[in-house]
């Protein structure tokens, strides 16, 4: 059966709160440069009352990736948690604005809808920190098994690790989807996230995984590699395509025997590279989902990232679909 | 006794909710082309499902002008009202996060935070739908008078003039600032708005008002005249100072005898126009406030327009006192 969905993605639903602060606020407040903290309440009003005023803008890693997907013209899905709260309305709001379906019940009780509080220093690096609410409270139940056998690409994001609940649903996701003849693509999200959960996260790349995402600092905690080529080395083989993203020294693609070293999409303007990495996997699994070849998926994947780092914001506000004309000439 | 506050403003708390739409979208919804229409909570929503991912940024006609005093270094306060709920927590936070004091209590029930759907065409033309919720729904009680009098100058929206218990405390305001000798500010806010209240707001000018603020269409509604110049005549003496704003075409400033024409400030890209005359209204009150002479005034109101209408939001998002320091000079 022909899959009705290119990229189906479970993830935390967060509402960014982005605002611009100098090298001494950062230092100030005490949030770790250019990392994603998670904090408790607490914590979180602590930073925001701190902080200038913001900017609401929806995000969450795997939100952003499928928000991608539907940019390029792709049909995405959503699974995550939101409350029946106004950060909640507005994370359904602009996934389904871009035609995204987002159906996972909205909780009518228990945490609010998680924010992510994203600072923006003049260098454009975001140091994230995220108060995660209801998000991480997805459960098996909550995987749709209809939904993930029409996927052809199940996308699951390594934060969600962290609750054996959501564990299980990304288990149970992944087991359908590989039942079923499908892929399934997974990011390690954050080095800290890895850090935590190194041996799983190997297990599950090894069992579980078709295509892996990684940037340079994720795939050396993963594999506790010296350097980025030793990493390559050790991931290689580990599972079907390892997709390693290194920010301007563009992505490296590695496929059994095939290896594709591509260089960064150019930009004009640095303004937030929030979302960067989210978006590189919208145009790798795009290519991947209409049948591109692998250099050609990193090319879409990089030109998708280049267009969210050239604005405020993790989201395109531009079609991406321009991009993909482009890279792949008139046929779109 | 010298004042501590150089503006207090009483006005609609809003969020805004911005996104960037072609005109096919205009017209198809059917909404006002350039305007500010105020919608139920109905319509609102039907609205909001039809816009594609929305910004989140706070807003408000006259809570924008003293965050703008604010940005410039100017003492700042503000009287509105939101719910107890997350918009309601964001406006406060924006405000209060650039010095504003804002201390009106939210509301524990009633309506919710109120919100202006901005719809941004590529002409950089703002089409504003506001759902006021609980913003509105200010008293006279909240008018406090120590507030008032310690400000140099009371500044009051035309939009609040639509509620009879809004307008009473728009009356209040303007009278126990002039009992103390301290100045009023009026805008008159929206065409639409004069044309509801055209002879109240003659009076109102009139009796209440030493600073006028309008565009060349607003003081066209109010005046009934053909044409901007005689607009100006029929304004010019039925207060102290008449601000008149001119988009691309700059300000002109009477003042009895005294007439300013002042070019509008260049500006590299227009990429929204919302809050251009809240700015405005902004540069040329921290001004007024700290003895400048009355081009120099519309002159910064000039800059700070040019600010904001160059990014998405209706709040500046770089420091205004640089733009005072190039007009004033290093003294800033």
Known sequence: MQPTIDVVALGNALVDVLSYEDDAFVNAVGIERGAMTMVDLERSDEIYAAMGPGTEISGGSAANTVAGVAGFGGRACFVGKVRDDQLGRVFRHDLRSIGVSFDT???????PTGRCLVVVTPDAQRTMSTYLG?????????VDAETITSAAVTYLEGYLWDRPEAKAAIVKASEIARGAGRRVAFTLSDPFCVDRHRDEFWDLVGTHVDILFANDVEVRALTEADDFDEAL??????CD???????????????GDEVHVVAAHPVEAVVDTTGAGDLYAAGFL????HGHDL?????LGGAAAAEVIGHLGARPVTPLRAFAAEILGDGG
Request: aromatic fraction near 2%; charge should be neutral; proline fraction near 7%.
């Open 295 to 299: 250099h050609t998926c990193a090319r």
């Open 286 to 289: 795009y290519g991947v989902t």
């Open 105 to 111: 019940p909205a909780a009518a009780d228990g945490l």
């Open 241 to 255: 395509i390892a997709v390693l993203t290194r920010s301007e020294h563009g992505s490296v693609v590695v496929a």
């Open 134 to 142: 209801i998000a991480p409270d997805i459960r098996p139940e909550d």
């Open 233 to 238: 080395q050790a991931v290689r083989g580990r």
